[in-house]
Structure formats: C-alpha cells, structure tokens
C-alpha cells in the first residue's frame, strides 16, 4: 500500500520551496501525493498562483478557502478560524498518513493545529528559525511543538529545535529546500529577463521585497514611504516591486508601491507574483536587493547578491556576508546602505563567501526519509526530550 504524503501551500514563496519536495512525491511509486492549496494561492489579488501549480502537472487534491479580503488583526485571526474548519473536512476526507508543511504563516498554523485530533504526523520544515519582529516567530515555535518530524535548514536550527525538547532521532539537518532550483534549473539570461519583465536592457537591476512587521504596530506607512524615498536616489536603477504577503496591515504597502510607479513609471515595475523561474533569474542578475524578506538571506547568498535587510522582521536568523542589517528604517540609512551594497569593495568580498543554508541538495534527502520513517505509537506520542 503506498504511503500518502499531504502537502499543503499557501503562498507563491512556499510552493517554490516545496516544488521539488513535491516533485519527488509524485515521482515515486510508493509513495501518493495528496497536495492541498490554500491561503495566497486562492485569491486574484494575489495572483492567483493555484494556476502556476496547475500548469506544473500537480493534481489538487483539495482547495481550502480561507483568506477574507482584509488585512486587519481580525481578519487574520477569522481567516485561521475558517481555515481550520477546512483543514478538518479535509483530512477526514483524505486521512493522510503523513502531512508535510513548510515555515510559519498563519494559513501553515491553521493547519497543523487541525490536524491535532486526528492523530497524523506532521513533518515541518524550516523549523527552529527566527524572525524576531513578526508573528511567524511565534506561529513557527507553536507549529515546531505541534510537529513530530523536523527538517532544519543549518545544525544551528537544529539544535534549537532538539532544545525546545524535540527528540534528536526525529530532528534532521537536510539545508533549505528552496536552493534546490538554483542548482536544478537554467535560469534566464539577461536579455530574456529585460523582455520577460519589461526591465530596460543593459540598465542596472534593483529588487524591493519588503513585508509588514506584525510585531510592530502601525509602521508599514511610514516604512514604505523612507523606503520609497531612499530608492529615488538611484535614478540609474530599475527596481522590481514584489508584493508584500497576506500579513497585517500589508495593503498599505502595496497602495504606496502603486503610487511611486504610477509618479515614476520608468523606474521600475509592480509584480503580484513572479513566481521561483523568475524570481530566481531576477536575483542572477540584479545588482542589489532591500526589504526584509528571508529570501534575501536563504536564496540570495548563492548568487553572491549584497542585500540591504531593513528593520528587525528577520532578527536573529542565520545570515551570509552579502546581507547588510539597518536596525532602524530611516531614508539616509537605506541610503548609505545601498551605496556600500553596491561598491565594488563590497562585492568583491563576497566572492569567497558561500551559503550557510545549504548546496541545493535537500529536497530529495527530505523524501528519502519520508518514505522510510517508520509511523507508530513512539513518534505520536511525544516526549519531552530534557537535555541536562
């Protein structure tokens, strides 16, 4: 009888972790993918990306509708409510032996806290992390404890999961799986990105991805705008606008990035979703990155890309030389920021420099141990493992 592995996805960012983990899945013969799609993926606004997933060949084996049109703390917390009620219908429906669930959003933590009565083992990845200024640093620790396989991204993520009393034998090191397209895939050469997205030819390629700190309350007006303002000061770069995620108070980020580009239509381009294909070949070749996303500490390090991280949304996590901290996000900081990224000292120091999450080898390791992880009594009933 084949082993039925769920995975779940809500966000564009997540599938492109997941993709080969789920490639693998399906790949194998004894093993039945079960792959439920919610959140992000379900909503226009946000691109929709449930059709990206269609168009890789991947059978949907549930939707579960979840994300209200609002981005207020009610919303949130109401949309993790129905989410769970879907879940449930869900896992009745398929009753999975194994669930596979990635990170620490809302939608993830719905998830897993519904799959609680049902007795079914959670594998989660990227666990043991920390994102100091937002909510997923609380979400993520809440999933950990919920979860009974563990799949760190660095030996220091591992050893801060086994801490949080996790048994060592069920906690494995395997690097973050998102690399793994780096290495699988022949991303776009210069010309077919400027055509791709509509990026000016030869001219020099900024990336701006940047989320609404949850833990901070009421600041992403006034962060976009010293953003934005910093930015103008480098006419000679186009800069791509990612949208910000389904967070608390993150509409309002979008509304400013609309505004600039709509004053400032030559300077560079809004994207819902660009999807791991593009945004990947969109890393190869720009010349600096700024937000805080985490995509500019896992992803960016292997193209030796200086990324300016602002504010504390990515406190404490595990980062490489390319990654240039402000603590505080004021103009004349990004400013100064941005200009150290982009000088030829600094980029040439990151030349030697690898990546601590890893050399894109993970997601087929992390299959190899779900089909051989023995399911019984001992991993559904967790012990607190006290290290002395």
């Not at 220091?156 to 793994?180: H, R, S, T």
């Not at 980029?347 to 601590?356: E, H, I, M, V, Y």
């Amino acid at each position: 009888m084949k082993r039925k592995i769920c995975v779940i996805t809500g966000s564009r960012a997540e599938y492109g972790h997941l993709y080969w983990i789920i490639k693998g899945i399906y790949d194998a013969p004894e093993l039945e993918l079960q792959l439920i799609v919610t959140g992000m993926h379900l909503s226009p606004e946000f691109g929709l990306t449930v059709r990206e997933i269609e168009k890789d060949g991947f059978p949907i084996a549930e939707r579960v509708e979840m994300l209200l049109s609002s981005d207020t703390e009610t919303a949130i917390a109401t949309s993790m409510g129905i989410g769970m009620i879907g879940f449930a219908k869900a896992y009745e429906h398929l009753m999975p032996d194994i669930i596979v669930v990635l990170g620490d959003r809302f939608e993830i933590h719905a998830a897993v806290s519904a799959a609680l009565p049902f007795r079914i083992p959670v594998a989660h990845i990227h666990g043991g992390e920390s994102t100091e200024g937002a909510i997923d640093e609380l979400m993520r620790h809440a999933i950990t404890k919920m979860s009974h396989i563990h799949f760190a991204s660095t030996e220091k993520y591992k050893e801060k999961i086994i801490q949080m009393g996790e048994l060592p034998e069920n906690v494995f090191c395997f690097g973050a799986p998102g690399l793994d397209h780096i290495y699988k895939l022949k991303l776009m050469n210069e010309r077919e990105l400027s055509g791709t997205l509509g990026i000016p030819y030869g001219r020099k390629i900024g990336i701006v991805t940047y989320h609404p700190v949850t833990l901070e309350k009421n600041t992403s007006e006034t962060h976009i705008s010293e953003l934005l303002e910093a930015i103008q000061k480098f006419p000679d770069i186009f800069w791509v606008f990612t949208m910000p995620n389904a967070d608390t108070r993150g509409r309002i980020i979008g509304r400013k990035i609309e505004d600039f580009l709509n004053k400032n239509p030559d300077r560079g381009n809004l994207f819902a979703s660009l999807g791991q294909f593009r945004y990947l070949s969109l890393m190869k070749h720009a010349s600096v990155m700024v937000g805080n996303s985490s995509s500019g500490l896992i992803e960016a390090p292997s193209f030796k890309l200086p990324v300016v991280n602002i504010g504390y949304r990515q406190s404490g996590r595990v980062r490489g030389q390319n990654v240039i901290d402000i603590a505080e996000c004021k103009k004349e900081n990004i400013i100064a920021a941005i200009k150290k990224a982009l000088s030829l000292e600094f980029r040439k120091s990151l030349k030697a420099t690898g990546n601590p999450y890893g050399k894109g080898n993970a997601s087929k390791n992390i299959v190899k141990k779900l089909k051989t992880i023995r399911i019984d009594e001992t991993l559904i009933k967790k012990k607190f493992c006290k290290r002395l």
